[in-house]
């Protein structure tokens, strides 16, 4: 069947004009659209069906400009099942035509075409035009870092079989040379078998082909996280708590199925075995996972806030640690403050004469309430402090900062222990692993890096972000990092290889946060967008986005068991959201319909609660061992 009959028939079939299309199957048999969409055709694009055209000089504003709105206009009037799908290409048109204008020299033209057509792409590109807007000529682009991404990396957008056939014979009736080249130099069309989807995706400039991108995902990846009572035995929280041999035999099963999962060879990444202070944090973390309430979309948690007042412009990031006992915040001025949230205090150490008589660790603190202080400063950084992190233990902080560096700080003697140099730009972000060791961190300098708490000197550079990574997190069996970017992608790398093995696209503006669910197959972004992204590591795909946020989203954390997902964002609101039913929905694949059935602007479906809180931002959320729901912030009254 000719392109032109296939259309024809389709639109019949719209309308309903039976004999109209009955005339036509005589004229030219032809199989139903449905039977085609279900077949599907040759898997073909643009780039790879019309030669390359070398773009002419001469009128190339005008042909440019009447070539898009041409397109725009025909994408308009298709039919409705098409119409999402194809409209994923008019932003990466939009964008190469203006950097065309504007390299060959025809500035003023190039002025008009963005301001007559870039409030099109706002809703889903905002940020990309803002700073699109500001190049204005062809030195600018020479310096821009956008434009750098755009013109070295293919833009990757995906089309059934049928829609890239509409899209070709657009193309060629009309003869669009000037736009045929810019779509096969700038845009990397993967077609797949199927039916349409109905929902706009974004798309994303991948910086590689969507081809090794699809294969990235289809890595095999040892996802399985290690079971937190896996040695329970070499505890003896049997004999502690009473437990029988009975009880012990009925754990045994839940242990051999957890081994049955993709849970990775303890010696895969050398960590050191557990000492003394170790199976002390594993001990009080089992006493808490024992004591957890048990949570759902039938039992949703309170929420304990806690609020800095007069910071506003001061704080740049709050963390709180495991067990909830502290809170640390980096500040713009430099420094970082420690504060205890049991009511106790902050330890001092005994004096140096007596700590050699001493034999655990606990014994090394002076017990007077009189000598605990409810906070500490430690100094150290020369540029604002971004983010804070604790270990399991608590014994350590680890801070990253503008100047570019990472500092370790001992929570015994509140003062720093080591300083750690490589980033060439300032540090956003930095996480330990839960195994202890390792921790990573987050640059603008476009790279993550892995490290260890022994070598001054990193492990691993994971580069292949095309902006700034925004922030990172090591997966629960500390055999993957997780990091977030600009570029609006996720990643997921392999810190045994230093290997990229996960690629995920869907968001539509930078990427700030990130949490694993506990069994380590699950994986949340939030960022820029204003949703939450949900994603299976194991299959390589998205399971849902989640809006509900007016303002970004700064926090996520799933909660012990993974049946609730919180986040917390700068519009004042804590968002309970119910993780099983986003684990349990159809899975969805970029390549297919992405399994999104709420409307743009509305609240999924699966948020349970939202806590709204004055006038204080969020800045972080957590959940217990125990399941115990917290939250902090900085107060910001109303201008």
Not at 9 to 16: D, F, P, R, T, V
Not at 100 to 117: D, P, Y
Not at 446 to 468: C, F, K, Q
Not at 477 to 499: F, H, K, M, P
């Amino acid at each position: 069947m000719a392109d032109l009959d296939r259309i024809v028939y389709a639109y019949l079939k719209k309308k309903g004009y039976k004999e109209a299309r009955e005339a036509l199957e005589k004229a030219s048999p032809v199989p139903s659209i449905d039977q085609y969409l279900a077949t599907g055709l040759p898997e073909t694009g643009v780039s790879n069906r019309v030669a390359s055209d070398v773009i002419q000089e001469e009128g190339l504003p005008e042909k440019l400009t009447n070539a898009y709105e041409s397109l725009r206009k025909w994408i308009s009037a298709s039919m409705d099942q098409f119409k999402n799908e194809l409209t994923s290409m008019l932003f990466p048109v939009f964008v190469h035509c203006y950097l065309e204008m504007l390299s060959r020299g025809n500035e003023e033209e190039a002025r008009k075409f963005m301001a007559e057509h870039s409030m099109e792409h706002e809703q889903y590109h905002k940020q990309d035009i803002e700073r699109l807007r500001g190049v204005t000529t062809a030195d600018q682009m020479a310096h821009s870092e956008i434009v750098d991404a755009f013109r070295k990396n293919k833009f990757g957008v995906r089309l059934c079989s049928y829609s890239s056939e509409l899209l070709l014979t657009h193309l060629k009736e009309h003869q669009f040379t000037a736009l045929t080249g810019i779509i096969n130099r700038h845009i990397d069309i993967k077609t797949f078998h199927g039916k349409p989807r109905q929902k706009y995706h974004a798309g994303g400039v991948l910086g590689a082909a969507t081809d090794i991108v699809d294969n990235i995902n289809k890595k095999k990846i040892l996802w399985g996280a290690f079971a937190a009572a896996e040695d329970d035995d070499d505890l003896d929280e049997g004999e502690e708590d009473g437990e029988t041999e009975e009880a012990r035999a009925r754990r045994r099963p839940r242990r051999r199925k957890q081994q049955e999962l993709a849970v990775p060879p303890k010696d895969r990444v050398p960590y050191p075995k557990p000492r003394g202070r170790d199976w002390e944090a594993r001990a009080r973390m089992l006493r808490d996972v024992k004591r957890r309430v048990a949570l759902g979309s039938s039992n949703l948690p309170s929420c304990c806030m806690y609020t800095c007042f007069n910071a506003r412009d001061a704080i740049t990031s709050l963390t709180l640690n495991q067990d909830a006992t502290l809170m640390s915040a980096g500040f713009a001025e430099s420094f970082i403050r420690l504060w205890s949230l049991d009511g106790k205090g902050l330890r001092t150490l005994l004096p140096a004469d007596q700590l050699e008589r001493m034999q655990e660790y606990d014994e090394m603190f002076d017990t007077d309430p009189s000598t605990s202080e409810p906070f500490r400063t430690l100094y150290g950084h020369s540029g604002p402090v971004y983010a804070t992190r604790l270990n399991t233990d608590n014994s350590i902080l680890l801070s990253c900062s503008e100047d570019a560096t990472v500092r370790l700080w001992s929570t015994a003697t509140y003062s720093n222990l080591a300083c750690y140099r490589g980033h060439s730009y300032p540090v956003w972000d930095c996480a330990f692993s839960p195994l202890g060791l390792y921790f990573a961190t987050a640059s603008h300098d476009r790279t993550a890096r892995v490290w260890s708490t022994e070598v001054g000197t990193p492990l691993r550079i994971l580069a292949g972000h095309l902006s700034d990574v925004d922030c990172v997190e090591f997966h629960p069996n500390g055999n993957y990092v997780a990091t977030g970017s600009s570029d609006r992608s996720c990643r997921l790398w392999d810190i045994q290889s230093g290997e990229c093995v996960r690629v995920f696209q869907g968001h539509v503006g930078a990427v700030q946060t990130l949490a694993f669910s506990e069994d380590g197959q699950y994986l949340a972004s939030g960022g820029d967008d204003n949703n939450v992204i949900v994603w299976d590591l194991a299959q390589g795909k998205v399971l849902k986005t989640l809006r509900g946020h007016r303002e970004p989203v700064t926090s996520l954390c799933f909660s012990g068991g993974s049946s609730l997902l919180v986040s917390g964002g700068l519009d004042c609101t804590v968002r309970v959201w119910d993780a099983r039913a986003v684990v349990s929905g159809r899975e969805a694949d970029f390549a297919g319909d992405d399994d999104d059935d709420d409307m743009e602007g509305e609240e999924s479906h699966e948020l349970l609660a939202t806590y709204a809180t004055k006038s204080t931002p969020v800045y972080t959320v957590r959940f217990t061992p125990a399941n115990l729901l917290l939250a902090a912030g900085v107060f910001s009254p109303p201008a």
